[in-house]
């Protein structure tokens, strides 16, 4: 079966400077990808995804993220961030012959600082 | 708003006791997927109804149960509450039986004292 492990549990960044939140999977078969973000006392609001085709995503709040086949990656980026950015952040992954078994990474603690 | 609505949302319970968490998908969707997050264990993915079916199954202790009514509404019943399901319990939904998009309520925080 398919794992996400996201590398860091925290990452603490100062406003406007740029951020990337780590993601490996493992599958042996090909996957969907996706990133998550939970505001403080909020569900999870899917941020971006990645079924196919270009493998640089783009998302909501100006984030993106690149699918890296070889090096079974999905890092998250942001060039600049903002102190609203601060939140939890989920990698995932389903398999694309089983789309009903979606595995959530560990979460990484966003932390923008002013 | 995801459009995804959880009551109640938040419930303290003592051991031993059950309850019911209740959640009503986004407008047109049929699938609605419950989730339980927990500080040791993570978000663990616990049970998929699609149109009122069981469609997959996860992490989900004999414990507890959910069923997807008629009108698509769900529950997820949790019996024998013991301590460690202390948990914020998610609901999702998706149009479609995949979940390529699915959507998240804000959950309900279970208390179990």
């Known amino acids: 079966a398919q794992s996400v492990t996201q590398l860091d549990s925290q990452v603490p960044v100062f406003e406007e400077a740029p951020v990337e939140l780590r993601c490996n999977y493992s599958?042996?078969?090909?996957?969907?990808l996706f990133w998550y973000v939970q505001y403080p006392n909020q569900g999870l609001q899917l941020l971006l995804k990645?079924?196919?085709?270009?493998?640089l995503v783009k998302g909501i709040n100006g984030f993106e993220a690149e699918f890296n086949k070889s090096q079974t990656s999905f890092h998250l980026r942001k060039p600049s961030v903002h102190i609203s950015d601060t939140a939890e952040y989920f990698c995932?992954?389903?398999?694309?012959?089983?789309?009903?078994?979606?595995?959530f990474g560990a979460g990484t603690r966003l932390t923008v600082k002013p | 708003d995801s459009g995804v609505t959880q009551t109640p949302k938040h419930l303290i319970t003592a051991t031993g006791q059950r309850v019911t968490l209740r959640c009503s998908p986004r407008?047109?969707?049929?699938?609605v997927y419950w989730y339980q997050q927990s500080l040791d264990q993570g978000l663990q993915f616990l049970i998929q109804y699609y149109n009122g079916e069981e469609r997959a199954k996860g992490n989900i202790l004999e414990r507890f149960s959910a069923q997807q009514f008629p009108d698509l509404h769900s529950e997820l019943n949790l019996s024998s509450l013991e301590l460690g399901d202390s948990a914020l319990y998610f609901c999702?939904?998706?149009?479609?039986?995949?979940?390529?998009?699915?959507?998240f309520g804000e959950g309900s925080w279970l208390t179990v004292v």
């Open positions: 995932a992954v389903s398999e694309r012959n089983n789309n009903n078994d979606m595995r």
């Open positions: 990645y079924l196919s085709g270009s493998t």
């Open positions: 999702a939904s998706s149009v479609g039986s995949s979940r390529n998009t699915i959507y």
């Open positions: 407008s047109g969707d049929l699938s």
């Open positions: 599958s042996s078969v090909s996957v969907y």
